[in-house]
């Protein structure tokens, strides 16, 4: 029995006007290549590199997002090593003294986190050479040259490959409300690494393998699952398992082998030179921690408690906060109208109908006319009941596209709930007469028949009938015959 260690390095790149170093502007994936250039991020000699203090400041929230200790003092260091991707032959990254150090999410320990600079793209060609099989070109963008890349590593804290996810997908959203990364993983605006090893129970940490091109969180997941696989089975066909850096290829669900791991002496890190130590007594830590937005955890358990929301919805909520603070809008408002109400209805409309209506119409919930207020007033027609579920479904459905307030609406259709007998009387009759084959379906026991027949006087009344109310009736009429 083999038990699985594993340690996260996850780089985000930073949400900033300009890129790490110099004043161009931080667009890596700008259409046309090379544009967002400069002699200090082509790595051009003689140049001088002058921190962004937007990118210090962003790694600084995360830290204190998530119970770091940011340091006093900081600086750069040059990671020397050359591949076509950074032709200084050196990356300025942070060594000896990150910019935060401890802290902890999902109560898995938090190493570092650190800001470097985020490399060139390097794009192969897509023809290959008959002779060599190898493509025949490779082209290099500098849009992403030099662009804020903030690294956090994590302690072997990480059991499997659930809780890897969990911490990846929480980092995410952490990151997305501080405004400090978009983290995308599909356009690499995330990337995870993964370190796994296995040993035996009481025998110490075994050799570990770091795993890299983990684009998705079901890529975090399947290397996880295959690497403890591959290294139990070395293991227990008596060989050893090989310190190394491996890559995951996302067509076949395996890890390959990449090359071997390079240790920190390789990098040959010294100071920067051209770039004096940061001070961080001037920021104001009360200040920065004051600028912290409230958290997804936070929120999701205020949803819960506040609005009575299941942990899933709010969950739904808090990954968008858009939705969330639209929810909460909407939510203040009910209440001021009906204060005896709850948020069920709400919720229901939100998550099921808005939901089902935007993906209808194919409509961006940032392109929404309708706002909270109206969709709450809405809301509490419904629940007053003076409109069928039905009609306030299709006023929804309008809304959406015209911002239209719902008391216009009502008005301008002439429609409302009608949910007196004497008033439907007329209509149940006329449905029962004009369908006998279902009423003898209904008398024999058949369930179905009685919802068609509600069907049948919603229909009638141009949805404006309860239907509750038309069930009873019709059970009842059907019933004294
Ligand atoms: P390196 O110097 O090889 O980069 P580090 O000590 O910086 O190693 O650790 C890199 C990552 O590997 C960290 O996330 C750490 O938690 C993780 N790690 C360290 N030891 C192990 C191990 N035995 N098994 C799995 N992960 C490990
Ligand atoms: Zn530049
Ligand atoms: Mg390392």
Redesign the pocket.
Known sequence: MYLP?????IHAELKTRTKMFCACPNDPDKKEPNRSTCPICLGHPGTLSVPNEEAVKKVLKVGLALGGTLSKTSHFDRKSYFYPDLPKGYQISQYEAPLVTGGALNGIRI?RIHLEEDTARLLHDDGFSINSGRPTSTWVDFNRAGAPLMEL????DVKNGDEAVAFARELQRILRYLGASDADMEKGQMRVEV???IAKEGEG??T?VEVKNLNSFRAVAGAIAYELARQEKLLEAGKSVTQETRGWNDKTGETESQRS?E??HDYRYFPEPDIPPLDLTKWDLETLQRELPELPEAKRRRFEIEFGLLPETAEFFADEPPYADFFEAAASELKEKLPATNYQRLTNYFTSDLQGLLREKKLEFADLKMTPEHFAHLVAFADEKKLSSRLAKNFLAEMLETGEDPETLIVKSGKRLIADAAELKGVVEEVVAANPKATEDYRKGKENALQFLVGCGMAKTGGQASPDALRSLLEEALGEQ
């Open positions: 260690t594993i340690g996260l390095e190493t590593v994590t302690e072997p370190n796994i090893s940490f075994g570990k791991k240790s920190a």
